[in-house]
């Protein structure tokens, strides 16, 4: 079985300033990971995924995140944050050989001019 | 449509009630998800279908909840004997067949149970 968690339930930030939101798996087989987003009022948009190869993946819009085994981490990155940026970020995790994406609670960035 | 679309986008039911929740998915997506959303938690996954078999349903609370997908495109979420705990939204995902493929959700259905 797998589990997702993501310690920061909000995340209020300054437009351009940095900003990291935390996930941290747990899973007894090798994972696929991903970011999804909510923006207000509309459903959840994959945001990136890894599924293999390079532990560093990135979005069209500047977001990255970094796999990490050992620390069985998934930490979502922007070097300069923007208003539109506002949203609901969720980690989600599956395992190899399995269908379904388990959630964490999600991290709501709030990103202030 | 070129989304996922769920009918109704709100449901307000008496507790005991039976309700039916909709899901059309992507053209030619084989692969359909539900999950239920309570306020302040993440997707919890409910029920995965491919094709027209359930293909886990491990994440269905109880017997009360039952979900089809007869031709193997629109599936529908049914829930008797509605119980206030059972409010939350109602996520439907949609995606081509492999585990590693994008999965598109809907924008949901708000049921409230009162």
């Known amino acids: 079985a797998q589990s997702v968690t993501q310690l920061d339930s909000q995340v209020p930030v300054f437009e351009e300033a940095p900003v990291e939101l935390r996930c941290n798996y747990s899973s007894s087989v090798s994972v696929y990971l991903f970011w999804y987003v909510q923006y207000p009022n509309q459903g959840l948009q994959l945001l990136l995924k890894?599924?293999?190869?390079?532990?560093l993946v990135e979005s069209i819009n500047g977001f990255e995140a970094e796999f990490n085994k050992s620390q069985t981490s998934f930490h979502l990155r922007k070097p300069s944050v923007h208003i539109s940026d506002t949203a609901e970020y969720f980690c989600a995790v599956s395992g190899v050989g399995t269908d379904k994406l388990i959630f964490g609670t999600g991290t709501r960035l709030q990103v202030f001019p | 449509g070129a989304g996922v679309s769920q009918t109704p986008s709100n449901k307000v039911t008496e507790k005991g009630k039976y309700v039916e929740l909709r899901c059309d998915p992507i053209s030619g997506h084989t692969a359909l998800y539900w999950y239920r959303q309570s306020l302040g938690q993440g997707p919890e996954f409910l029920i995965y279908f491919q094709g027209t078999g359930a293909a886990d349903d491990s994440g269905l609370p109880n017997d009360r909840f039952f979900a089809v997908r007869p031709e193997g495109s629109v599936s529908t979420l049914k829930i008797q004997r509605t119980e206030r705990g059972d409010s939350a939204v109602y996520l439907c995902a949609s995606s081509l067949a492999g585990e590693d493929t994008e999965a598109f959700f809907g924008q949901g259905t708000r049921l409230t149970v009162v």
């Open positions: 890894y599924l293999s190869g390079s532990t």
